[in-house]
């Protein structure tokens, strides 16, 4: 099994900047990529931001721009800095670790809320 632990949430108002972090255990040789994923009250958990083990990184649309993804191998540990944050990225944020078997697997999410 993989343990995600999520971690850096809060409120900001628009414009502002966040940094979840996002810290594996356990299993995590099993891991080849690991990402973060949104839900807002009444939507689908939609894909923000993925990175691969080789370095590879995916953004959605509506991110591009303003959020990073990045990861410290030493440290197991994933970051997802935003800027420029927006009403509309106020949601739930969850971190997520792909493997190569027994997966996908999930943290316990952390609340972003931008508002003024």
């Known amino acids: 099994q993989v343990q995600l632990v999520e971690s850096g949430g809060g409120l900001v108002q628009p414009g502002g900047s966040l940094r979840l972090s996002c810290t594996a255990s356990?299993?995590?040789?099993?891991?080849?990529?690991m990402g973060w994923y949104r839900q807002a009250p009444g939507k689908q958990r939609d894909v923000v931001a993925v990175?691969?083990?080789?370095?590879?990184?995916n953004y959605a649309d509506s991110v591009k721009d303003r959020f990073t993804i990045s990861r410290d191998n030493a440290k197991n540990t994933v970051y997802l800095q935003m800027n420029s944050l927006k009403p509309e990225d106020t949601a739930v944020y969850y971190c997520?670790?792909?493997?190569?078997?027994?997966?996908?697997?999930w943290g316990q999410g952390i609340q972003v809320t931008v508002s003024s």
């Open positions: 356990g299993s995590i040789f099993r891991i080849n990529a």
């Open positions: 997520n670790a792909q493997a190569t078997y027994g997966g996908p697997f």
């Open positions: 990175i691969t083990n080789g370095g590879t990184t």
